[in-house]
C-alpha cells in the first residue's frame, strides 16, 4: 500500500516570507492537496541568534495571507535537540560515527591546505579511527558521521534527474558539536523522519545538503524520502532575486496592492507549466500540479506580467471580494488623507457603488485607492494642475449656472444627471465636452476618473452641489 503524502515547508525564521519561500510553501501546499495529503510547517530556529519572535510572525502571517494552510500544529526544530543528540550517540554506537577530537587549530590547517591548493575544505578523518582515549585531556569532541569512502550517493530528484556524488569528495559531517548542540544536517533528517515527510520539496540551493542528508539516512536505515530540488528565482536581469530587484517579502507584495489569488498564481507559473495556461483557479493548480511539469532552469520574476495578472484578478473579483481586500491592506497602507484605517458606513457604501468602474481600471488596490480619491478626498479639493487649468474663470461661471438644474432633479441616478447635463450644454450652446470637463475636475480634482455620469451617481446630490459650489463663482 502507498503511503499517503506528507510535504512539509521548513523556513528559519531569520527575516520575512521571502517570496521565494513562498513558492516553495506553495509548491508543496499543491502537490500535498494533489494527492490528498498532508503539509506540516517546521520552524527551523535552531539559530538562536538569528531567529526572533517577529520573524515567526511574518512567515505564519504571509502564509495565511497567500491562503497556505497547513496540518496540525507548527514544530519547532530547536524544541527537539534532544532528540537530535539522541540519534547521534544512537549512531556512535552502531560504529556509524565517532568522536573526533581535532583542534579549532588543526581544522584551520585543513582550510589553509585546502584553500593553497585551490579545492574545497574536506575533513581528513584523523579520528576516524583513533582510540578516543589518547585524545587531549579537557577537549570536548564533536560526533562526526562515519561517512562511506568509496562508492557513489545518487538521488533520483524529481526535477534535476539523477545526481551522483563519489563518496570519495565527501567528508565525514559533524552531527553534533562539542557544546552538544545538533547540526542543520542532522536535524532536518531526524525531524523529516520523525514528520513521516515522504516528499522533501525545496530549493536547488540544497541539492548539495541532498548527498549528506541521503547518507545519515542510510547510516541509521531509514528510508530516503523523494526529493525534488526547485530551481531558484532570478531578477529580471538574470541575477539570483536580491533586495536591489525590488520587493522581496510576501508582506511587501500585500503592502503593494496585489490580490492573494493573483500572487499564488503568478508564483505557481515560475518554473512550473501546464500547457499554455497562464490563469488559474486554486482547485485547477492542485488538479494539474505535479513534480514532473518544473523545469530545471532559473525563472525570472517579472513585474509588468505580474500586475497584468493581478489585474485580470481584479476584474473578476465581486465587490465584496475587493472591499474584504481593502480592509486587509488598508491598515498597512496607512490611511490617505480623508479616509480612515477602514471603509465604513456611508464610505463603504460609496466604494460599493462606485466598485465596477474602479476594479475596471485599476491593476492593484493601490491603484484601485489612488483612483477612488473622489470619493474620500476632503473638500475643498486640491486639485491636480491638468484639472486645475480646466477651471478657469469661464468654466467656473459655466459651474455655478449649473448647480440650478442638478438642485431641482426630481431623481438623482446616472440617466437623470447624464440628461441634465446634457440640456445644460445644449441651452448654452456648447459642446458636451465643455461642460464635462470641467464638471469632472470640480467634482474628483482630476482630468480623468471613471464615468462622469458614474461619479455623480456615487458621489450623491448632496455632495456633488457641495464641490460645485465650491469652485464655482
Not at 251 to 276: E, F, K, Q, T
Amino acid at each position: 500500500m502507498t503511503k499517503p503524502v506528507v510535504t512539509r515547508f521548513a523556513p528559519s525564521p531569520t527575516g520575512f516570507l521571502h517570496i521565494g519561500g513562498g513558492r516553495t510553501a506553495l509548491f508543496n501546499w499543491l502537490y500535498a492537496r494533489r494527492f490528498g495529503g498532508k503539509m506540516l510547517l517546521r520552524i527551523e530556529d535552531t539559530d538562536r541568534e538569528r531567529s526572533t519572535d517577529a520573524a515567526i510572525d511574518a512567515i505564519i502571517d504571509g502564509l495565511k495571507w497567500l491562503g497556505l494552510d497547513w496540518d496540525g500544529d507548527p514544530i519547532f526544530q530547536f524544541a527537539r535537540a534532544s532528540r537530535h543528540a539522541e540519534i547521534a550517540h544512537d549512531l556512535l554506537a552502531r560504529g556509524r560515527a565517532y568522536r573526533c577530537f581535532a583542534t579549532p587549530a588543526e581544522l584551520d590547517e585543513m582550510r589553509e591546505k585546502a584553500r593553497a591548493e585551490g579545492r574545497p575544505m574536506k575533513y581528513d578523518g584523523r579520528w576516524r579511527d583513533r582510540d578516543p582515549a589518547t585524545a587531549p585531556a579537557g577537549l570536548k569532541p564533536v560526533i562526526r558521521l562515519r561517512a562511506p569512502l568509496d562508492g557513489e550517493t545518487v538521488v533520483e530528484d524529481q526535477v534535476q534527474g539523477r545526481v551522483v556524488w563519489q563518496n570519495k569528495d565527501l567528508d565525514d559531517l559533524v552531527l553534533l558539536r562539542s557544546d552538544g548542540t545538533p547540526t542543520y544536517m542532522l536535524a532536518v533528517v531526524v525531524d523529516d523522519h520523525d514528520m513521516g515527510v515522504t516528499h522533501v520539496i525545496r530549493g536547488d540551493d540544497h541539492l548539495t545538503n541532498a548527498a549528506r542528508q541521503t547518507q545519515i539516512y542510510q547510516a541509521m536505515g531509514w528510508e530516503v524520502p523523494v526529493m525534488a530540488h526547485i530551481p531558484l528565482i532570478h531578477g529580471p536581469d538574470g541575477a539570483k532575486l536580491s533586495k536591489r530587484h525590488g520587493a522581496l517579502g510576501v508582506d511587501a507584495y500585500r503592502s503593494m496592492g496585489y490580490l492573494p489569488a493573483a500572487v499564488r498564481n503568478y508564483l505557481v507559473r515560475l518554473g512550473w507549466a501546464h500547457g499554455d495556461q497562464e490563469v488559474f483557479s486554486t482547485d485547477e493548480m492542485i488538479a494539474a500540479f505535479d513534480l514532473a511539469a518544473i523545469g530545471r532552469s532559473a525563472s525570472r520574476f517579472d513585474y509588468a506580467k505580474l500586475e497584468n495578472l493581478n489585474g485580470i484578478y481584479m476584474r473578476a473579483a465581486s465587490v465584496d471580494e475587493i472591499l474584504a481586500a481593502l480592509d486587509q491592506v488598508m491598515p498597512e497602507l496607512g490611511p490617505p488623507r480623508g479616509l480612515g484605517p477602514a471603509l465604513s458606513g456611508t464610505m463603504r457604501a460609496r466604494f460599493a457603488l462606485a466598485m465596477p468602474g474602479l476594479k475596471e481600471r485599476a491593476k492593484t488596490l493601490v491603484e484601485l485607492l489612488d483612483s477612488a480619491a473622489y470619493l474620500y478626498s476632503p473638500r475643498p479639493l486640491v486639485l491636480e494642475e491638468k484639472a486645475a487649468a480646466l477651471l478657469d474663470g469661464e468654466a467656473r461661471q459655466r459651474l455655478g449656472l449649473l448647480i440650478a438644474p442638478l438642485e431641482a432633479l426630481g431623481e438623482w441616478t446616472v440617466g437623470s444627471t447624464e440628461a441634465a447635463v446634457r440640456a445644460f450644454a445644449e441651452a448654452q450652446g456648447l459642446k458636451l465636452g465643455q461642460v464635462a470637463q470641467p464638471l469632472r475636475a470640480a467634482l474628483t480634482g482630476k482630468s480623468t476618473s471613471p464615468g462622469l455620469f458614474d461619479v455623480l451617481a456615487v458621489l450623491g446630490r448632496e455632495e456633488c452641489i457641495l464641490r460645485l459650489k465650491d469652485v464655482a463663482t
